[in-house]
């Protein structure tokens, strides 16, 4: 008599044949070197979404979008609803920590020049999904509808309006009209719960599809090396049971902040009122908010403000394409300059993350 | 002989004396204009005859210009001879100020100890605001002086002279025709009001010290009420009366306190005004009146602190304090709570303790019905505090420890607003209805409790709760960990 999962497996492998899947499994390998561990954070992220996406639906489950409703439907799911206040904190810290994960991931990518031929199609889908993340973040913070996400949200809102040009009628289309309203809650509700994560879900697939279609990419020089010399493990159980194993902790680590330090609600958002002191965006965006804060109000013949936001989204357009300009890597050669370049972006985002935070 | 024992002082000063009065005949029988005018019998050249102007030497070409040595009229009131008429609009003013506005002249050729501001003020002041005519300011300083005879303010013939000031005001401030072409708003009824105050009894047998219109308001720099910087805006109010009312020294011979401003300001309705600015708090003229201002009667009390206190004064009304009051001629809000220093009204007033009021009266028998009840409320409502109390600090305690408890916090309102009720309640002086209200905040102040107990409960059961799925996850992990390790020893003892 064969075991249940056994009998479960042939079932299903009768119907689909999944021996061509369990032997493409069998012989992916994963390279081991100094920077594995780096490794690790694609599927963290992954795990991190994953748990979004969950506490996600169950928050819809009671979350009412709409000016009257939103803040008071939180404070429903915190204090009626069972276990309603341990899903929203998870679903707070993790969005967090699913930003900090992927910022690693991308790091890592970057450092290790792992964005170079042939994948090029993998990094530029993983920096759209960061930048949706990023999305993710921003509309996600206005849906309880609370006075620090009112006010950041009229901020942000307002730097998308200083771009040139299309400045304005971005700002009036994120906001659903003039000022921060009730429309911009249903539209930041829309953006939220359907077109994010619509795309989100197929970047995401395009992403592993590549990513299990090209391996693991091995670090420069590591090709050089003779076969024999190379280490590996196998994918299938190996790297994924490690996989499990950094999941384990970091759902340890969600646990305790959930419970330790459960998310605030703060106070209803009163359009009336006036912005209280101090106000800032999520930490994810507090080096731009800063950096904006430091460019004097004109530059030469241009508003301080529309050149900070320039300059950010030229940074951003060169790092999503640095696999087709950065042609040394590919080539397989050492490229000190980008190494720069991401060593300057890592210090400059955390010195600026921590005076922003400071001040 | 009586000249032959004068004094050689005496002597000189008489002809000093009489060489004066020579130049004084001389330097009149040169002024044309006068002659001429006073031969017609013209008003303004009668009037002019008593103006203090004339006193100091001015003549009427000092402010209409002309040559005044000259007879003939052509010549004297020629344009060449600088003739500019009767001034008329801002030009009335503007006169006035040449001398009235230069130091040189006033202080220096006249020894005046007048202001030098006047003109700068009036035109400053509500009156300099434009007419409706859009040409001129609305009042030029002769509206209230007059024009040719002018006399000092302390003369009982000038309209500035305190008890003829009501009326001077009155000229327009009571035609209604008028006022309502500037601001339909604004009354017309001051001086009648004012005619019954005590101020306007005095004022009307001559006395020049009560307040009149200028007192409060200022003469020449009158601001709207409403202006911050109006001597009787709302916040200024005590200060103005004060500066009469607590001067022992003016005040003297009138038989009432000056310490009223003091034991106001220090009341909760001063407070209230002079130091957290509400607007809400009753100034002087809010009890007294302002241009009726008179203190009110016994009678009348509760009706002025019920213009504010309401439901207080209702409940009084209806309650059998109120015709053992009367009976005793008590003034009702008064005889508990004071008056100019009227304190902030704590439970501490109610009871049969030292401190409560309520002991003055019922304080002696210990088994009257009148001393039960007042032990019984204080009681009750000490029970609500001390439930709302805790209510609180159970919901502080529970937001503390990052719980939600919005709810909760709303709803202690009610319980506050419980207390607050009995407060007012205690003005019933029924035993039985201020239980049931008592009641109604001592069952939410319960709810609130229990609510806040629960969340917190909650907290250590979260506690408890993340220490189990701390424990489950890292055997989880350890064995996960275990399970790798020897699979990968099995690997390579394969291999």
């Given at each position: 008599m064969?075991?249940?999962?056994?009998?479960?497996?042939?079932?299903?492998?009768?119907?689909?044949e999944?021996?061509?899947l369990v032997?493409?499994?069998?012989?992916?390998?994963?390279?081991?070197h100094?920077?594995?561990l780096?490794?690790y954070?694609?599927g963290?992220?992954?795990?991190?979404?994953?748990?979004?996406?969950?506490?996600?639906?169950?928050l819809?489950?009671?979350?009412?979008?709409?000016?009257?409703?939103?803040?008071e439907?939180?404070?429903?799911?915190?204090?009626?609803v069972?276990?309603?206040?341990?899903?929203?904190?998870?679903?707070?810290?993790?969005a967090?920590?699913f930003?900090?994960?992927?910022?690693?991931h991308?790091?890592?990518v970057y450092?290790?020049k792992?964005?170079?031929k042939?994948?090029?199609?993998?990094?530029?889908?993983?920096?759209?999904?960061?930048?949706?993340?990023?999305?993710f973040g921003?509309?996600?913070y206005?849906?309880?509808w609370?006075?620090?996400a009112f006010?950041?949200?009229?901020v942000?809102?307002?730097?998308a309006?200083?771009?040139?040009?299309?400045?304005?009628?971005?700002m009036?289309?994120l906001r659903?009209?003039?000022?921060?309203?009730?429309?911009?809650?249903?539209?930041?509700?829309g953006?939220?719960?359907?077109?994010?994560p619509?795309?989100?879900?197929?970047?995401?697939?395009?992403?592993?599809?590549?990513?299990?279609?090209?391996?693991?990419?091995e670090p420069?020089?590591?090709e050089?090396?003779?076969?024999?010399?190379?280490?590996t493990?196998p994918?299938?159980?190996?790297?994924?049971?490690r996989?499990?194993?950094?999941?384990?902790?970091?759902?340890?680590?969600?646990?305790?902040?959930?419970?330790?330090?459960?998310?605030?609600?703060?106070?209803?958002?009163?359009?009336f009122?006036?912005?209280?002191?101090g106000?800032?965006?999520?930490?994810?965006?507090l080096?731009?908010?800063?950096?904006?804060?430091?460019?004097?109000?004109q530059v030469?013949?241009?508003?301080?403000?529309?050149?900070?936001?320039v300059?950010?989204?030229?940074a951003?357009?060169?790092?999503?394409?640095?696999p087709?300009?950065?042609?040394?890597?590919?080539?397989?050669e050492?490229?000190?300059?980008?190494?720069?370049?991401?060593i300057?972006?890592?210090?400059y985002?955390?010195?600026?993350t921590?005076?922003?935070?400071?001040? | 002989?009586?000249?032959?024992?004068?004094?050689?002082?005496?002597?000189?000063?008489?002809?000093?004396?009489?060489s004066?009065?020579?130049?004084?005949?001389?330097?009149?029988?040169?002024?044309?204009?006068?002659?001429?005018?006073?031969?017609i019998?013209?008003?303004p050249?009668?009037?002019?005859?008593?103006?203090?102007?004339?006193?100091?030497?001015?003549?009427?070409a000092?402010?209409?210009?002309?040559?005044?040595?000259?007879?003939?009229?052509?010549e004297?009131?020629?344009?060449?001879?600088?003739?500019?008429?009767?001034?008329?609009?801002?030009?009335?003013s503007t006169?006035?100020a040449?001398c009235?506005?230069?130091?040189?002249?006033?202080?220096?050729k006249?020894r005046s100890?007048?202001?030098?501001?006047q003109?700068e003020?009036?035109?400053?002041?509500v009156?300099g605001?434009?007419?409706?005519t859009?040409?001129e300011?609305?009042?030029?300083?002769?509206t209230?002086?007059g024009?040719?005879?002018?006399v000092?303010?302390?003369?009982?013939?000038?309209?500035?002279?305190?008890?003829n000031?009501?009326?001077?005001?009155?000229?327009c401030?009571?035609?209604?025709?008028f006022?309502?072409?500037?601001?339909?708003?604004?009354p017309?009824?001051?001086?009648?009001?004012y005619?019954?105050?005590?101020?306007?009894?005095?004022?009307?047998?001559?006395d020049?010290?009560?307040a009149?219109?200028?007192?409060?308001?200022g003469?020449?720099?009158?601001?709207?009420?409403?202006?911050?910087?109006?001597?009787?805006?709302?916040i200024?109010?005590?200060?103005?009366?004060?500066t009469?009312?607590?001067s022992?020294?003016y005040?003297?011979g009138?038989k009432?306190?000056?310490?009223?401003?003091?034991?106001?300001s220090?009341?909760?309705?001063?407070?209230?005004?002079?130091?957290?600015?509400?607007?809400?708090?009753?100034?002087?003229?809010?009890?007294?009146?302002?241009?009726?201002?008179?203190?009110?009667?016994v009678?009348?009390?509760?009706?002025?602190?019920?213009s504010?206190?309401?439901?207080?004064?209702?409940?009084?009304?209806?309650?059998?304090?109120?015709?053992?009051?009367?009976?005793?001629?008590l003034?009702?809000?008064?005889?508990?709570?004071?008056?100019?220093?009227i304190?902030?009204?704590?439970d501490?007033?109610?009871g049969v303790s030292?401190?409560?009021?309520?002991?003055w009266?019922?304080?002696?028998?210990p088994?009257?019905?009148?001393?039960l009840?007042?032990?019984n409320?204080r009681?009750l409502?000490?029970?609500?505090r001390?439930?709302?109390?805790?209510?609180?600090?159970?919901?502080?305690?529970?937001?503390r420890?990052?719980m939600?408890i919005?709810e909760?916090r709303?709803?202690?309102?009610?319980?506050?607003?419980?207390r607050?009720?009995s407060?007012?309640?205690v003005?019933s002086?029924?035993?039985?209805?201020f239980q049931?209200?008592?009641?109604?905040?001592l069952?939410?102040?319960?709810?609130?409790s229990?609510?806040?107990?629960?969340?917190?409960?909650?907290?250590?059961?979260r506690?408890?709760?993340?220490?189990?799925?701390?424990?489950?996850?890292t055997?989880?992990a350890?064995?996960l960990?275990?399970?790798?390790?020897?699979?990968?020893?099995?690997?390579?003892?394969?291999?």
């Amino acid at each position: 008599m064969k075991p249940l999962w056994k009998r479960l497996y042939d079932w299903v492998d009768e119907r689909v044949e999944l021996v061509g899947l369990v032997e493409f499994l069998g012989k992916k390998y994963v390279p081991v070197h100094r920077h594995s561990l780096w490794y690790y954070f694609g599927g963290v992220s992954l795990f991190l979404f994953i748990i979004q996406v969950i506490t996600g639906i169950l928050l819809l489950l009671y979350y009412k979008s709409g000016e009257e409703l939103a803040f008071e439907s939180i404070q429903f799911i915190m204090s009626k609803v069972q276990f309603g206040w341990l899903i929203r904190s998870i679903h707070s810290w993790a969005a967090n920590l699913f930003i900090l994960a992927a910022l690693i991931h991308m790091f890592s990518v970057y450092f290790t020049k792992a964005y170079r031929k042939p994948r090029e199609m993998t990094w530029v889908t993983g920096m759209l999904m960061f930048f949706l993340a990023l999305g993710f973040g921003f509309s996600g913070y206005l849906l309880p509808w609370n006075e620090l996400a009112f006010f950041a949200t009229k901020v942000g809102t307002d730097i998308a309006g200083a771009l040139p040009f299309i400045g304005k009628p971005v700002m009036v289309f994120l906001r659903g009209g003039e000022d921060v309203t009730g429309a911009t809650l249903s539209r930041m509700f829309g953006f939220h719960i359907a077109l994010f994560p619509g795309i989100f879900t197929v970047l995401l697939g395009i992403h592993l599809v590549l990513v299990q279609r090209q391996g693991m990419s091995e670090p420069l020089g590591f090709e050089g090396e003779p076969t024999t010399e190379r280490k590996t493990m196998p994918f299938f159980p190996n790297f994924l049971l490690r996989d499990l194993l950094l999941w384990l902790l970091v759902l340890n680590i969600l646990a305790i902040l959930a419970v330790i330090f459960p998310w605030e609600l703060g106070r209803k958002a009163d359009p009336f009122s006036s912005a209280p002191a101090g106000i800032k965006p999520e930490w994810y965006f507090l080096f731009m908010f800063q950096t904006l804060k430091y460019i004097p109000a004109q530059v030469l013949f241009i508003d301080g403000e529309v050149l900070g936001i320039v300059l950010f989204g030229l940074a951003g357009l060169l790092w999503t394409f640095v696999p087709f300009w950065d042609r040394r890597s590919s080539r397989g050669e050492r490229n000190r300059f980008t190494n720069y370049i991401g060593i300057f972006a890592v210090i400059y985002i955390i010195l600026f993350t921590i005076v922003g935070w400071l001040s | 002989m009586a000249f032959v024992k004068q004094r050689p002082i005496h002597i000189i000063l008489w002809i000093i004396s009489i060489s004066v009065a020579a130049h004084g005949t001389l330097a009149l029988a040169q002024d044309q204009c006068r002659a001429c005018h006073e031969a017609i019998g013209d008003t303004p050249s009668t009037l002019f005859k008593r103006d203090i102007h004339l006193g100091k030497g001015i003549s009427c070409a000092d402010c209409h210009g002309g040559d005044a040595r000259k007879e003939e009229m052509e010549e004297a009131m020629s344009k060449s001879a600088g003739f500019t008429g009767v001034p008329k609009g801002d030009e009335i003013s503007t006169l006035c100020a040449r001398c009235h506005a230069d130091a040189a002249i006033m202080v220096k050729k006249y020894r005046s100890t007048l202001s030098l501001e006047q003109a700068e003020l009036l035109s400053t002041s509500v009156h300099g605001k434009l007419s409706i005519t859009g040409k001129e300011r609305i009042a030029q300083c002769t509206t209230c002086h007059g024009s040719h005879g002018i006399v000092g303010k302390d003369n009982p013939a000038s309209p500035v002279y305190p008890p003829n000031v009501v009326k001077t005001c009155a000229k327009c401030h009571a035609n209604a025709a008028f006022v309502r072409t500037y601001n339909p708003s604004l009354p017309v009824d001051q001086l009648d009001k004012y005619r019954t105050s005590v101020h306007g009894m005095r004022n009307a047998k001559g006395d020049a010290k009560v307040a009149e219109c200028a007192s409060c308001h200022g003469s020449h720099d009158i601001r709207s009420a409403k202006d911050v910087k109006s001597a009787v805006y709302d916040i200024n109010v005590p200060a103005t009366c004060s500066t009469c009312h607590s001067s022992a020294n003016y005040m003297k011979g009138y038989k009432i306190p000056v310490d009223q401003f003091e034991k106001y300001s220090k009341g909760v309705h001063g407070i209230a005004l002079l130091q957290k600015h509400d607007l809400a708090a009753p100034a002087c003229n809010d009890c007294h009146g302002n241009h009726g201002a008179t203190p009110p009667g016994v009678q009348s009390i509760s009706k002025i602190c019920g213009s504010c206190h309401a439901l207080n004064a209702d409940l009084f009304s209806k309650s059998p304090h109120k015709r053992a009051f009367d009976q005793k001629n008590l003034p009702e809000c008064e005889t508990c709570h004071g008056y100019h220093d009227i304190v902030v009204a704590t439970d501490k007033l109610l009871g049969v303790s030292s401190e409560a009021v309520c002991s003055w009266c019922h304080g002696g028998a210990p088994t009257s019905k009148a001393h039960l009840v007042a032990k019984n409320m204080r009681h009750l409502i000490d029970s609500l505090r001390s439930s709302e109390s805790a209510a609180t600090l159970l919901v502080d305690e529970a937001e503390r420890k990052g719980m939600e408890i919005g709810e909760a916090r709303f709803k202690l309102r009610d319980a506050r607003q419980a207390r607050l009720e009995s407060r007012t309640m205690v003005h019933s002086f029924d035993e039985q209805q201020f239980q049931q209200i008592v009641d109604k905040g001592l069952k939410v102040a319960s709810e609130v409790s229990e609510e806040a107990n629960n969340a917190i409960e909650e907290y250590y059961f979260r506690r408890q709760g993340l220490g189990i799925a701390t424990l489950i996850i890292t055997v989880l992990a350890v064995s996960l960990y275990v399970f790798i390790r020897r699979l990968e020893r099995r690997q390579r003892t394969k291999q």
